[in-house]
Structures are given as C-alpha cells and as structure tokens.
C-alpha cells in the first residue's frame, strides 16, 4: 500500500490484513476460506472505528462525518426577518439575517448607506472568522490529546487577538470614518450614513470576537446548542429588540447603537458561558 497518501481502498486493506496473517498480498493466492476470514477480520476492525466502544463511564466517540446534514429554514416574526440553521454533524450555524424595514423607513439613501456598510463590516469581520475557523482544528486536537492546558492558552491568546483586533479597528476606521465613506459615494446622505457606521461600530468589534470565539470552541466541544443559545439570545433577546427601539428613539445611528450594546452584552455573556461550560466538562484542570 502506497505511503505517500493518507487515503485507502478496502482492497488495500484487504491486502495489508492478509499480509500480517502471512497470507501475502496477492489475493489470487487466497483460498475461498482464507478470503473469507480476512473479510471477517476487516469487517470486524471497521465496525471497531465507526462505532467504537465506550471507554470506562464516558460515553462512546461519534464520528461527526457519519451523522446528517440537514438545512431547517425559518421564518422569523419581524417583516422581513429570515435565519437559517445548519446543522452539520456537531455544528449548528446560524445566520443572522437581514431585517431592511428599520433603515427602510429612514429613507432609500439611508438602505443604500447601510448596505454598503454592512458589506464593508464583513470585510473587518473575516480576521476574526478566520481565527474562529483555525480555533477549532487546535482546541479538538489539543482536547483530545488531554492537553488542557495548551487548549486554555489557545483559547485566551485568540480572545486577547480578537479584543485587540477590535482596538486597532476603532483606533484607524474611527479618525478616518469621512474620507472612507467618500471613496463609495459623493452623495452626502450616504456618507454621513456611512460614517456614522464606522464611528459607532468598531466599538463593539472586539466584544463580538469573544462571541465569535466562544461559539467555535463550544461547538468543538461538542456543545453547538449552547452555541445555537447564545446566538438567539443574541438575535432575539439584544439586538432585535434593541434595534427596533433605537430605530424609533433616535433612528438609524440607533441602530447602529443598539448593535453595539448587542456585541458588548453577547461577547461579556459567550466568554463567561464558556468558561462555565469548560469547566463542567474538565477545563477545570486549567481553568481560563
């Protein structure tokens, strides 16, 4: 079998059990009664790995590759409000969803202001979806070789990059908020919108990484409701709500506002569930 690739076939496999009963790996030199051992004997160590016994009290390991994909799709109750929730072995996803009538009733330049933003914000954002993606593979790997310790020090490093990734944001968008609104439009309806954007924002930036953080480790954890919790909360409970005050109280920088308090509030609230949950499960050894 070649060494080169981490793939295999089941002939492969097939051959390398009868070369360690001595059988050699030609399979024309198998009798009818050798062949059919050396099926048992592969059958017998696949169903070992796909569903391998429990270990003393713990519960047995699931391979996640094994499990559905399923796509549930649902309606929210505000206008024209949609989530979508992916459910991927472990991993529950959820978007947030786009909710126009708030910026709407402020006028079509203000839409029009608000989806430039909220395109460039994704931008700004991808550093920290990016770290939640490299979080993951390091915090299963690290867990599953006991090393707490490490997994602990990774997870407060990130958190630490993620808050100071929101510093640096507000400390060049904010100063620069005008002549970066003017490079999408000469419209000063749509730059002021813009520019708010970018002065109110970036505050809550650093806050929304820890929450970002906190849902890919949780659900590497093997705990994606917790992490599906947090983010209805955080959809649900904060920023809906708090929009849609901020939208009638003092309007589309309300909006931009009530985002921020979301951030803050949801970060403070994943960072302090998860340190709650790591410790239930043995993160106690190295607490956070």
């Known amino acids: 079998m070649a060494e080169s690739t981490l ?3 089941y002939t492969e496999l097939q051959q390398e059990i009868a070369a360690y009963l001595a059988l050699g790996r030609d ?4 009798s009818a009664t050798e062949a059919a051992s ?8 696949l169903r070992q790995f796909y569903f391998p016994p429990p270990v003393g009290n713990e519960r047995p390991h699931e391979w996640s590759f094994l499990k559905p994909v399923t796509t549930l799709d649902t309606i929210a109750p505000y206008s024209t409000g949609t989530i979508a929730v992916v459910i991927t072995g472990t991993t529950v996803t959820l978007t947030t969803g786009v909710w126009p009538s708030w910026t709407a009733t402020h006028g079509s330049l203000v839409v029009a202001g608000f989806g430039i933003t909220s395109r460039f914000e994704m931008l700004l954002i991808m550093i920290l979806m990016s770290l939640s993606s490299s979080i993951g593979p390091f915090v299963g790997q690290n867990w599953g070789a006991g090393l707490y310790r490490r997994v602990t020090l990774g997870i407060k490093y990130g958190q630490r990059f993620a808050l100071g990734w929101g510093a640096l944001m507000c400390l060049l968008l904010v100063p ?3 002549p970066i609104s003017s490079l999408f439009s000469k419209d000063p309806s749509i730059t002021s919108i813009i520019a708010a954007y970018l ?5 809550g930036y650093g806050l929304k990484g820890l929450y970002i953080l906190s849902n890919a480790t949780l659900n590497v954890l093997h705990k994606p409701f917790h992490a599906a919790a947090i983010t209805l909360t955080y959809l649900f409970v904060l920023y809906i709500p708090l929009a849609a005050i901020g939208s009638a109280v003092i309007g589309v920088k309300g909006i931009f506002g009530s985002a ?4 803050v509030i949801i970060g403070i609230v994943a ?6 949950v790591s410790a239930a499960i043995c993160l106690e050894k190295a607490p956070l």
């Open 7 to 9: 793939s295999t076939t």
């Open 27 to 30: 399979s024309s030199g198998w």
């Open 38 to 45: 050396i099926a048992v004997v592969l059958k017998r160590a």
């Open 176 to 178: 620069l908020a005008g």
């Open 199 to 203: 002065r109110i924002l970036p505050f």
């Open 260 to 263: 921020v308090i979301a951030n």
């Open 271 to 276: 960072w302090l569930w998860l340190k709650k």
